[in-house]
């Protein structure tokens, strides 16, 4: 049990870790006691965010060709389907490579664009990585220079995964291994939308000068915005799914400027006037991309193909494929930005930044360059 902790809307809420965390962990075991043929009953991995976690290791298996061991996932006090129950590893030997698949209740990709080929295991870029580091550092700390098999599962993930967005993504068969930070914070709407008005608080009481506020709905935007232009995460506020509140409370503090960096699959909602872009309160993603595609001279073929991706990235190959993406894209974000004026009853500058994580950037209003470089110069 993970016993970092966090402080919403005064309360004490305990934090969790992640599925990806857990696959990682009982990698490291399984390929620890694969090697040593001991068996681990404790196992410290470290997550991405910095922390190392300290997490048992459960329902060994010891055979002559194999290791199995489990970790339980541990979701603190957030809401999480996944919470308390088991994922798997089974580690076996290669003559070289380092090669993850999914086993029983890991979803499969059957829909291109959701960041792993058709047919892969549903398992996230992040947590791939740190499944392979944790290998890598257990066969580095034996000498050893072989290849190894690792295969992620968890036998409760098929029923499971009907509880999740997952069938209606193109993931089937299973839950999704999960993660950038490796840790859960726990978070109700009230609180993370309170902690958003602290931080922008904040924001406004400590810039100095060139004042524009850059927001983000996620880590995505965070770490483009850091990776593109040398943005320092600290100056970006990640607004999560809450845009049109976040667009409220910057209203009512006085910003006179914003830059919003996001991900298309967030912010072609806001294109249709949804501004809370959580999933479960509406999609409307691929029905706004073919109504912008239409605009821009789109053949009703195209529009059929547009309605029936899964995936924004899916879609843009499409419109790359029929040369109306740059049109498409336009008139998708003069959308965005009128939605965002309108929210702020036209008293704020907005600038807005739409990328993707295969293709880059795909549209930039005509300030947001600007205000890239007044951000970069800001004080606070």
């Given at each position: 049990m993970y016993s970092g902790y966090v402080y919403k809307n005064h309360k004490k809420l305990r934090c969790g870790y992640t599925t990806g965390t857990c696959a990682a962990a009982a990698t490291k075991a399984a390929v620890r006691m694969l090697i040593t043929r001991i068996p681990v009953t404790e196992i410290i991995i470290n997550t991405p965010k910095g922390i190392n976690l300290q997490l048992k290791i459960l329902d060994i298996k010891i055979t002559g060709?194999?290791?199995?061991?489990?970790?339980?996932k541990d979701a603190g006090d957030d809401t999480d389907c996944t919470d308390g129950i088991l994922i798997y590893s089974n580690a076996s030997f290669l003559p070289s490579g380092i090669v993850i698949d999914?086993?029983?209740?890991?979803?499969?990709?059957?829909?291109p664009g959701l960041g792993q080929p058709e047919g892969a295991a549903a398992i996230n870029s992040v947590p791939r990585k740190m499944i392979t580091q944790a290998a890598l550092d257990e066969l580095e700390n034996a000498g050893l220079e072989t290849g190894l098999e690792i295969?992620?599962?968890?036998?409760?993930?098929?029923?499971?995964?009907?509880?999740?967005?997952?069938?209606?993504?193109?993931?089937?068969?299973?839950?999704?291994?999960?993660?950038?930070?490796?840790?859960?914070?726990?978070?109700s709407e009230k609180a993370l939308i309170d902690t958003i008005y602290v931080e922008m608080k904040q924001k406004k009481?400590?810039?100095?000068?060139?004042?524009?506020?850059?927001?983000?709905?996620?880590?995505?935007?965070?770490n483009f915005a850091r990776d593109t232009w040398g943005i320092d995460l600290g100056q970006c506020l990640k607004c999560s799914n809450f845009i049109?509140?976040?667009?409220?409370?910057?209203?009512?503090l006085g910003f006179e400027k914003i830059l919003f960096t996001g991900h298309i699959g967030k912010l072609i909602k806001v294109a249709a006037g949804i501004m809370n872009t959580h999933s479960?309160?509406?999609?409307?993603?691929?029905?706004?991309?073919?109504s912008c595609a239409v605009l821009a001279g789109c053949s009703?073929?195209?529009?059929?193909?547009i309605l029936l991706c899964t995936a924004t990235d899916e879609a843009i190959s499409l419109l790359k494929e029929n040369n109306i993406l740059n049109k498409t894209m336009d008139i998708m974000l003069g959308r965005i930005i009128s939605n965002m004026k309108n929210r702020t009853e036209n008293q704020i500058e907005i600038e807005v930044i739409v990328f993707s994580n295969q293709?880059?950037?795909?549209?930039?209003?005509?300030?947001?360059?600007?205000?890239i470089e007044l951000i970069k110069r800001q004080h606070y």
């Open positions: 060709q194999s290791v199995s061991c489990a970790v339980k999914g086993g029983k209740g890991i979803g499969r990709i059957t829909k295969i992620i599962s968890a036998p409760e993930g098929v029923e499971l995964a009907k509880k999740t967005f997952n069938p209606r993504l193109g993931i089937e068969g299973g839950i999704s291994i999960l993660g950038t930070s490796g840790i859960t914070e726990p978070m009481a400590q810039y100095s000068i060139h004042q524009v506020l850059l927001i983000s709905p996620g880590n995505y935007g965070k049109g509140e976040t667009l409220d409370m910057a209203l009512m479960r309160i509406a999609d409307a993603r691929m029905e706004t991309l073919c009703i073929k195209t529009a059929q193909d293709s880059g950037i795909l549209a930039k209003s005509g300030r947001a360059l600007e205000f």
